[in-house]
Structures are given as C-alpha cells and as structure tokens.
C-alpha cells in the first residue's frame, strides 16, 4: 500500500493573526504619511490661490494707481460736501470683487450692479442695518452666489450656506475703521476701510506688509459654535488692540450672541467676510468678536487648517508661511503699512 501523504498546504490560525496583525501596523503607519500628502498638496494648491490674487492685485493696482478699496459708501448730499444729506450710497463691496477681471472672471464682474449699490445679509438675527438691507441684498443676489474657486482653500472644508471665501485683506490691528486719537493703532493695515492706498502709502514696504491671509468659513449650517470659525458679539467701549484681545476674552460666553456665517460671502466688505486683523498671531486662542454694525469693527484673526499656521500673501506678491508661534509684535508689524517695523 502506497502511505498517505499527509501533508496540508495552508495557514495555521496563528499565521493568520500575525499576517493581519502585519498588516494593520503598516497601515497605521502608512496613514498619517498619505495624509500628510494630501495636506501638502491642499496647501499648495492653497498657495497657488494666493499667488493669483497677488497677480490680480499687482494688475489692479498697474491700471488704477491704487489697491482695491476696501469700502465705498458715502453719504449723498446737495450742494457740495456739506451740503444737505439726501441719500446714501451703500458700496459694501469686498476688494474681491475688484480684482474679478483680473482673475479672468469678467462676466461675473460686468453682472455687478454698483450704480444700486449693496448691503449685506444681516448678521445674525440683528436687524441693524437699515430698512433697505434686503432690497439690496436681493439684487446682489445671483452673483453673489456664484462660487469662485481661487476664494477657496481646500483644506477648509467647511459646508456653507452662500458662496463661500477663506482669503482675507489685512486691515491691520486696532478695532476700527480709520486712525483716531481714540483709535491710535487702528486703520493702519494694507487694506483701509475709509481710505484709498496705492503703494507709496504703505511705508513699511511691500515686502514687509500682509495684503491677504487665510480664515475658516463660519460653524453654520454645524449645530453647534465653534470658536476657530465664529464670532462673538464684541464690547463697544474698545480703542485699542491690547482692549480688543481682553474684550474678545470677556465677550466669549456661552449666552453671548454669535456670528456663525463668517466667511459665507466673497461679495461683500467686512470683517465678517473678506478682511481680517492682525491683532494677535495665527490661531490665536482668543475667540473673535464683532460690533454689531456694518462693517463690523473688531478682531477678525487669521486662521488655518495647516499645520502649524497659515499662508500669507505680501504686498510685493510673494507667498509665505506664518507660524502659529510667530511673535505677536513680528505679526502685528507685518499686519501694519506704517509702524516702522522692518520685518522679514
């Protein structure tokens, strides 16, 4: 009789769980490495967006003399600057939309109505901007929902409820609008909201001032506020950066009111939307907050889901990285046009 062979090819249960067990250690250690890698292309891509609104701004500011500005609204009066106020010119328009033809986005730009002017969507539940809010939203309304995609940083991520926008202009440090003797360390960043700069009137050198930075889209349609992404209602007796930091501090309370659309719109002015502050570093740990008034004066810090910090376009057009430990007076000396800082 020929003997049985009794041998058996296959794997014993041990050799299974040492196989799988293999496997499992290599994908964890695969994992982070494949999403470090999609993370570096996000945030080249990120950087390519910076880099072609500094081209536009360049060319803006070639065919105008000046940068974009950051507002245009004035009061309407008879007979001269002071005569008799018979109207007002709502010109909430974000710098963004002045560089549209330069971004070779000319049909969304000749779709702008400015002769009517605009506001924005009321922030929150206030109804703080006047009886013709919505009338001039609603003729904004179709362009205003048209999403441009080098407004967006794919790292973001956010789902939103307009068209969305994460680049922000520098306005500088302080709290309000313009340089005041109540307001020293305001209205100093390169974009101005009450002014018009061309490059003569940023001193500190394009080279050493902020023009744009990053900002997470508001928490909304989430359930629940976030503070990387939202806004506290802001104090009003604020003057300066060093009071703005405290009253953003104070201001963020669970039963205070928040602004959870940030960031929604590319259309509109305001540090709600398209401008942002340099009053603390990169993903500062003090919450943001707002006054409730248009546009809103406050803290709108600059923020990222980089590692480590954000991007930042310069006023000469170059591209870098801020770290998130960057010391405050280097970032506020960047966030300024006239501080006499020469950073690098």
């Keep these: 009789m020929r003997a049985r062979n009794l041998d058996r090819k296959g794997y014993t249960l041990i050799e ?3 196989v799988v067990g293999v496997i499992l250690i290599v994908a964890s250690l695969l994992g982070p490495a494949v999403q470090s890698a999609r993370e570096a292309a996000r945030r080249a891509q990120c950087q390519n967006n910076l880099r072609q609104i500094g081209l536009a701004l360049q060319n803006y500011e070639a065919a105008f003399r000046i940068y974009p500005p950051a507002n245009t609204t004035w009061f309407l009066r008879r007979g001269g600057s002071w005569g008799e106020i018979t109207g007002f010119y709502h010109g909430f328009y974000s710098p963004h939309v002045r560089l549209l033809p330069y971004l070779e986005r000319n049909a969304v730009f000749d779709a702008v109505n400015f002769e009517s002017g605009t506001d924005p969507p009321a922030w929150s539940s206030s109804d703080f901007q006047g009886s013709n ?15 441009i995609d080098v407004f967006l940083c794919p790292s973001d991520g956010s789902p939103h409820s307009g068209s969305g926008n994460n680049y922000r202009g520098n306005v500088g440090i302080g709290p309000s609008y313009a340089t005041s003797p109540e307001y020293r360390d ?13 490059p003569a009137r940023i001193v500190d050198g394009l080279s050493h001032t902020a023009a744009f930075s990053e900002r ?22 604020v003057g300066s950066a060093a009071e703005l930091l405290l009253g953003c501090e104070l201001a963020a309370h669970a039963e205070a009111p928040v602004c959870r659309t940030g960031g929604d719109w590319w259309f509109w ?3 709600d939307h398209t401008l942002y502050t340099h009053t603390q570093p990169p993903n500062g740990r003090t919450p943001d907050c707002l006054l409730r008034a248009y546009p809103p004066q406050g803290m709108s810090t600059a923020r990222s889901w980089h590692p480590g910090g954000v ?10 990285f801020a770290l998130d430990s960057i010391d405050s007076r280097v970032w506020q000396g960047l966030g300024t046009r006239n501080g006499g800082e020469i950073v690098d």
């Design 311 to 320: 991007n930042v376009l310069m006023g000469d057009g170059s591209v870098r």
């Design 16 to 18: 299974s769980l040492v």
């Design 133 to 147: 809010t919505e009338n001039l939203a609603a003729i904004a309304a179709t362009v205003s929902r048209i999403v």
């Design 216 to 237: 997470l889209i508001g928490s909304d349609p989430r359930p629940q506020s976030r503070p990387e992404r939202d806004f506290w209602a802001m104090p009003n007796e």
């Design 269 to 271: 002015t305001g540090r």
């Design 186 to 198: 305001s209205g100093n960043g390169f974009f101005a909201e009450l002014l018009d700069l061309g």
